[in-house]
């Protein structure tokens, strides 16, 4: 089951109490495939909440296993947009730093050096549109840490558009960033089908200026 997540959403639950797009996800079976009882649905891999775009479902054990072995083996090929003000210091660039995740802040600090409990965060950028006072970038990752996109584009003087978190001087009406999990590929897990998932941006001027 593939989502194109709002921003805002809460792909599972936590402390807040707040219903997360799982619960609507397994409400959505219930009712589609007229289902009693309980609904099986793993989640695979997860957005931030203020983040927008593709999100997989498993509606199997077996399916839930064989994603979560394509996902840590990085069989699966992720392309996130992004808008930023401030232009990147190159059109296009490959960025590595060492993430160090701090839990109370629920925040990712990027060094350039190895330091205590960081992992090493790899991702690809390019300039994709200039809008009158915005860059697109369209970014792949490497790897897939916290906060990663959202930590490393800030380490450049590149913070995403609304993310106050990362250094953004004013947040989004919504409470959003523009930050946007736009297409993945990767092969079904029992139909051994190559899938391309592509998921439109949220509705707003911005977005709409960049296809």
């Not at 479902?57 to 077996?62: E, H, N, P």
Request: glycine share 6%.
């Amino acid at each position: 089951m593939i989502v194109n997540k709002r921003p805002g959403d809460l792909v599972q639950g936590d402390k807040t109490g707040d219903k997360s797009l799982a619960e609507v996800v397994k409400s959505y079976i219930a009712e589609k495939y007229n289902k009693p009882g309980a609904v099986y649905l793993g989640v695979v891999h997860r957005l931030d909440r203020p983040t927008s775009g593709v999100v997989v479902f498993a509606r199997t054990s077996k399916a839930l296993s064989r994603l979560n072995k394509l996902f840590a083996e990085r069989e699966t090929e992720k392309t996130y947009w992004a808008l930023v003000q401030n232009r990147p210091p190159k059109d296009f660039d490959r960025l590595e730093h060492f993430l160090q995740r701090n839990p109370k802040q629920n925040k990712s600090y990027s060094h350039l050096k190895e330091v205590l409990n960081s992992k090493k965060g790899i991702l690809h950028y390019k300039i994709k549109k200039e809008l009158d006072r915005y860059y697109l970038l369209e970014i792949q990752l490497e790897t897939g840490r916290h906060h990663q996109i959202r930590s490393q584009l800030s380490a450049i003087g590149c913070p995403i558009k609304g993310d106050l978190k990362y250094g953004y001087d004013r947040s989004n009406p919504d409470g959003s960033i523009h930050l946007h999990a736009r297409s993945l590929k990767f092969v079904h897990p029992v139909r051994k089908e190559p899938l391309h998932i592509v998921a439109p941006p949220p509705d707003d001027v911005l977005w709409n200026a960049c296809l």
